[in-house]
């Protein structure tokens, strides 16, 4: 009598935290940077400008890094999308403009309740990046080329929107909240405790997933120290910000989490999701990693270009939204002078590549912090605009170069 058996399922062995570290280093070594480069850089200017100007942590200080450098960081978010396809997006700087002067007209001109113009200002913005995304993709017109053309183009529809010149007010306080309010402090706790718990849980559920298909999962000791690092950053974070920052609190109180701050959190962790959670994500890097091994592979690869500049786009209305809410106006220089080329370089430097198929939506966070922090500690030392862009274009330019070396490094040990 003849007994059948039956193979047991295999199971992956957990690597322990030291496996993973050296699987990190051997990564490093062999050229997979991620975003290393941006966080130490955000490190050593942070102490630099901290020990030459002390008054660069106090909290006022601290809240201002948030609200300025949030609507760059938002128009990155977008650009990552296009980055990942080898694509460039020249016009997202004016395309938040036009946006933000639709948002303004609907408000001003028109007297239409916030939504309703929020709403106007978004579908200006996905309807930009489907012409963009349509020229690039079915027509065959190389990225730069129309992306230019619309950076000149938008300029002038800008300038129509605003009356060749006019300053339009925004009046209205929902939107004028966004960057000039804040959240009452235990709010802003409740947030921290929310985001907290809510990363515990999908680390926890992401390795209990892949244990029981049979796949290597982080040990949950790596999970708490994860898990760990973002209770201590995000809680140092929440409680300098709570503190007081007015001069007369008697008068005004000025405290508690930015209003904008859970609005990019929000984004962040939606964009995230898509990336690396849905089919969709998968196909962008699959995309940017091959186009034509992607077409063979059933993927439509015109369809996720397109949809690439509509995400762009749209991010960079929402990045409009904010800027007007900061300025409390629109005129004809929102989006322009240096908006696109920070953005650009928030997403590049928080290790995001020019070449395409390698970054996330956080490198924008993280390059978009480089980016503030360069600008602000900067300022608190006197320097002109001048040395400003000095720094920030070596700064972009030494992160290119990381990427270049790293990919030469990637493809010479077999990474790539």
């Avoid at 009598?1 to 047991?8: C, G, Q």
């Avoid at 020019?354 to 970054?359: E, P, S, T, V």
Wanted: with cysteine; proline share 3%.
């Amino acid at each position: 009598m003849s007994t059948t058996t039956i193979p047991e399922k295999p199971v992956a062995q957990t690597p322990s935290i030291g496996g993973n570290v050296r699987g990190y280093l051997e990564r490093v070594r062999g050229g997979d940077m991620g975003a290393l480069p941006a966080i130490f850089g955000l490190i050593v200017l942070c102490v630099a400008f901290a020990i030459m100007r002390p008054v660069f942590l106090s909290a006022i200080n601290f809240a201002n890094l948030f609200t300025q450098g949030a609507a760059v960081a938002v128009i990155a978010m977008g650009l990552v999308f296009v980055l990942l396809l080898g694509e460039i997006d020249l016009s997202a700087g004016y395309t938040s403009g036009v946006c933000a002067a639709v948002l303004a007209v609907t408000l001003a001109t028109y007297g239409l309740p916030w939504y309703v113009a929020v709403l106007a200002a978004m579908i200006a913005g996905v309807v930009i990046g489907l012409l963009l995304g349509t020229l690039v993709a079915k027509v065959g017109i190389p990225s730069f080329v129309v992306t230019l053309a619309a950076f000149l183009g938008f300029q002038g529809l800008l300038l129509l929107l605003v009356r060749e010149g006019t300053n339009v007010a925004v009046r209205d306080p929902v939107i004028i909240a966004i960057e000039n309010n804040n959240m009452a402090p235990a709010l802003g706790w409740a947030l921290y405790a929310v985001c907290v718990l809510g990363y515990a849980l999908v680390q926890i559920v992401r390795a209990r997933r892949r244990a029981g298909r049979g796949l290597a999962a982080d040990p949950i000791t790596l999970i708490a120290v994860r898990v760990g690092a973002l209770a201590v950053i995000g809680g140092l974070a929440v409680y300098f910000l709570n503190l007081e920052r007015s001069r007369n609190a008697l008068i005004v109180s000025l405290k508690g989490v930015p209003i904008v701050v859970p609005i990019v959190v929000a984004l962040l962790i939606f964009w995230t999701f898509i990336l690396r959670r849905t089919a969709f994500g998968r196909h962008i890097y699959a995309v940017g990693g091959n186009a034509e091994a992607a077409r063979r592979a059933g993927i439509n690869v015109d369809r996720i270009r397109i949809s690439a500049f509509m995400i762009c786009s749209g991010m960079a209305a929402v990045g409009g939204v904010i800027a007007a809410s900061q300025a409390s106006s629109v005129d004809p220089n929102t989006g322009g002078s240096d908006v696109l080329l920070f953005a650009v370089g928030a997403a590049v430097i928080g290790g995001t590549s020019l070449f395409g198929g390698k970054g996330r939506v956080l490198d924008a966070i993280l390059g978009g912090a480089v980016v503030a922090v360069i600008n602000n500690g900067m300022g608190l030392m006197g320097y002109s605009a001048s040395v400003k862009y000095i720094v920030t274009g070596l700064v972009l330019l030494l992160a290119a170069g990381v990427d270049a070396l790293s990919r030469k490094r990637a493809a010479a040990s077999g990474l790539r």
